[in-house]
């Protein structure tokens, strides 16, 4: 049998395209929703706006000094374990991040 691949190819996709117009505006309609499920107070809270005053808040991490067995990089100015040292030139110390 030869098949004539230049004809239109008939699926079940043709079948549902056949509904009239006034069937497809009703499932429209049905399948929207006017609810929307985003709270926006809660969403706006989660923005920081720049500039803000932050004056009263207060920090909740501990910071601790630097410890004897810690170093600050002299490249990316960030304190680092002894174990990160990569290389000491002329005294300066750099971690093994801005060594590479």
Do not use: I, W
């Amino acid at each position: 049998m030869a098949t004539d691949y230049d004809a239109p190819r008939r699926n079940e996709s043709d079948e549902m395209t056949e509904d009239s117009l006034e069937e497809l505006k009703a499932r429209r309609n049905e399948a929207q929703s006017g609810a929307v499920d985003v709270d926006e107070s809660e969403t706006a809270e989660s923005f920081e706006l720049p500039g803000a005053d932050l004056s009263g808040e207060e920090l909740t991490v501990r910071v601790l000094p630097k410890q004897a067995d810690e170093f600050t990089c002299s490249r990316c100015f960030l304190v680092h374990h002894r174990s990160r040292l990569a290389d000491e030139r002329s005294g300066r110390l750099v971690c093994r991040d801005c060594a590479a």
